[in-house]
C-alpha cells in the first residue's frame, strides 16, 4: 500500500542515470502497483533535493530522488 512516507528500493546499475532509474520504476510499478499509469511516469520529473535531472544525467551517489508528476496550472 502507498502512504506519503512509502520507500521504493530498485536495483539499478552501479553508475544508474535517470532513465535507468525510471525504467527499473516502470518495472516495479507495473508489478506491485494496480493500476499504475506508464505514461503517467515517462511525463514525470526526477529530482535530488537541490535539482532536476534530465533523463541522461547520472544519479549522484547517496542520492534521494523524487518523481514530480506533471502538473496542470493556471
Excluded at 18 to 41: I, M, T, Y
Excluded at 43 to 66: C, K, Q
Amino acid at each position: 500500500d502507498y502512504t506519503t512516507t512509502s520507500l521504493v528500493v530498485l536495483e539499478v546499475p552501479v553508475q544508474p542515470c535517470v532513465a535507468d532509474l525510471r525504467r527499473a520504476l516502470s518495472a516495479h510499478g507495473q508489478a506491485h502497483w494496480p493500476g499504475f499509469k506508464e505514461g503517467l511516469l515517462q511525463r514525470s520529473a526526477f529530482a535530488t533535493e537541490s535539482s532536476v535531472l534530465r533523463d541522461h544525467e547520472p544519479i549522484p551517489p547517496g542520492a534521494r530522488i523524487v518523481v514530480l508528476p506533471p502538473v496542470g496550472g493556471g
